[in-house]
């Protein structure tokens, strides 16, 4: 059975270097690679052993943490790698905590970008640099019942009745990108449909009682 790597990635050129590194450091994995979270979801819906995801923050349409926690979702036991032009330590402790295992700076050489998908491959989480000591196991992490700033305006969305076409219009987003939204809450809250995720949110204090 065939193992993939997926890159999502909109830089075309960058994409294609850092598909070019993983090829020769991954001789056993086929490359994917997407240009938006929805291209690589699509693309990867009809696969089962997606085994590394390599995601950059500053994609179009659904981007940032919010991507982070769309494509954990989708794919649990993928090693996922945050691919970022932007080292702030805040954005890559809000990656670990939606369930990055792994965080590279685009500036970070070849030698490093392999270092660290060698080690996240060998089922090592890695720490970023700024925490060094304070870690929980990844799987506690992505367990947490915390919703990111789009999910929680779904959240509401939902409360209120909307349907999943109803939000697209009124967040101004793509139906499919509101129903991974919806997904990513159903997970948070270990639920499979709406009626139960917005029960949780009311007993939570997410939501009025009303």
Known sequence: MAHYTLIIEDHPLYREGLGDTLASI????VVLKASSAE????????????RLICLD???PNLQGIDAVSVVRAKFPKAVLIVVSGTEEAGLQKLAVER???AFIPKSAPGH????VVHRAMAGEWLVPRFD???AKSA??????PFLTGRQSEVLHLLHMGLSNKQIAKRLDLAEVTVKLHVSGIFRAFGVNCRSKALLIARR???LSSA
């Open 57 to 59: 923050l500053g994609l």
């Open 204 to 206: 939570a204090g997410l």
């Open 99 to 101: 369930g990055a295992d």
């Open 132 to 134: 060094p000591g304070g």
């Open 39 to 50: 291209e690589g979801l699509m693309l990867t819906d009809h696969l089962q052993e997606v």
């Open 139 to 144: 799987d506690s992490r992505r367990a947490s």
């Open 26 to 29: 991954l001789t056993d994995t």
């Open 112 to 115: 490093e970008i392999a270092a």
